[in-house]
């Protein structure tokens, strides 16, 4: 079976999933419009939906068993190829708005009154109010949690592009690091990177890098700045890989050769990661996870300050659950979870951060990725 079929194949078994929530929430019609549940629901990868957010596509449920969806006229081709829903309609970008279409095709299914779910997190209040004179009958009703706990949870396809993205991610930066040395500017590592992960099928998203007094900084870009001999470096990358599956990886390592304390400090990082790795379980509160990694961060002496030490990944970079102190939410069998602990030693001019994806399994977890268990140093494979 090739790779398109089993997509479209895993897809209606994952819209089956959407009918109880019609059911439980008595709607007449779900209409989902993030890319992340358009993509996830309808098989779609449609680069345009975060790119040109006011560009909307749309995958709608009603009541009586009715799967449509409906397209900016300039991404139909593209989704007819990539869907496996049959019933779709277009809109004309800047001849009909996009709120008026949706009105005017919940209309023509037979459905003109009565509660619609909606993303409400992700439409602008603009749209919604837009879509509320369109139609004056509809009950606009949030449904976002409940999509966040379906996508929460990954089938099997989606399991090998994470572990695959990851790998080729992790992959990347080793070959980068590799290839370079004292003297090799940010700017032309960070380039090494991207191209590795373009290499192996991935297109960049996003890289954080930062050494020297750009450690500093939550989220630093490459400069042409030389890396230094004996400088920390850290790395917080990702790409998007077939069917628009994230990679979200982080690494931590040195110019030359490091001295012990940097390498107690990586350990240190690392035990705090591993702690939080032991936790995970199905049915263990994703904030439980957060506070393994806070306790063995500062037993170890680590100024541990992080609001959340790591989310879901899928479809997007953040997904539900975040691993935050607050989160009760319960782990469950085919999570995917990133656990990134991340420490700043500012007089220092040094981060350590690491990043590994672990899938929660019936007994536990599985790691998808191998974490570090010492500092990347450049100039060796």
């Given at each position: ?237 990702g790409a998007r890989f077939t069917g628009g599956i994230f990679s979200d990886l982080a690494r931590t390592g040195v110019v030359g050769e490091p001295t012990t304390e940097q390498e107690e400090l990586l350990a240190a990082t690392r035990a705090a990661q591993q702690a939080g790795f032991d936790v995970i379980e199905p049915g263990r509160p994703a904030q439980d996870v957060y506070h393994a990694v806070a306790r063995e961060a500062k037993a170890n002496g680590l100024p541990f300050g992080m609001p959340h030490v790591g989310h879901g990944l899928g479809l997007g970079l953040h ?63």
């Amino acid at each position: 079976m090739d790779a398109v079929t089993k997509t479209k194949r895993d897809v209606a078994a994952k819209r089956a999933r959407l009918r109880p929530v019609l059911d439980d929430a008595d709607l007449s019609a779900l209409v989902l419009s993030s890319y992340e549940s358009v993509s996830v629901f309808a098989g779609t990868n449609i680069i345009t939906q975060f790119a040109v957010p006011d560009r909307f596509e749309f995958a709608i449920l009603t009541r009586d068993g009715a799967t449509i969806f409906l397209a900016c006229n300039l991404e139909t081709e593209q989704i007819r190829r990539q869907t496996d829903i049959g019933d779709i309609h277009e809109y004309v970008e800047f001849e009909e708005e996009p709120m008026d279409a949706l009105a005017r095709v919940l209309r023509e299914s037979d459905v003109s009154s009565g509660r619609v779910g909606v993303e409400a997190r992700r439409l602008p209040r603009s749209h919604i109010s837009i879509l509320e004179a369109a139609a004056p009958r509809f009950e606009l009703v949030p449904v976002d949690d409940e999509l966040d706990r379906l996508q929460a949870v990954k089938d099997d396809w989606e399991i090998s592009m994470l572990e695959y993205g990851a790998q080729a991610t992790l992959d990347a930066v080793l070959e980068a690091a590799a290839e370079s040395s004292a003297g090799t500017t940010e700017r032309a590592f960070a380039a090494r990177m991207c191209s590795g992960m373009m290499m192996r099928g991935g297109f960049p998203e996003f890289l954080v890098l930062a050494t020297g007094d750009s450690s500093l900084e939550t989220h630093a870009e490459a400069r042409d700045k030389p890396l230094e001999d004996g400088r920390i470096w850290r790395v917080d990358l990702g790409a998007r890989f077939t069917g628009g599956i994230f990679s979200d990886l982080a690494r931590t390592g040195v110019v030359g050769e490091p001295t012990t304390e940097q390498e107690e400090l990586l350990a240190a990082t690392r035990a705090a990661q591993q702690a939080g790795f032991d936790v995970i379980e199905p049915g263990r509160p994703a904030q439980d996870v957060y506070h393994a990694v806070a306790r063995e961060a500062k037993a170890n002496g680590l100024p541990f300050g992080m609001p959340h030490v790591g989310h879901g990944l899928g479809l997007g970079l953040h997904e539900f659950p975040l691993l935050e102190p607050a989160n009760a939410t319960p782990l469950a069998i085919g999570m995917v979870l990133n656990v990134e602990p991340g420490v700043m030693f500012a007089d220092r001019e040094e981060v350590y951060h690491t990043e590994d994806l672990a899938l929660v399994t019936e007994s536990g977890y599985r790691l998808l990725t191998e974490p570090q268990e010492a500092l990347l140093r450049m100039g060796r494979a």
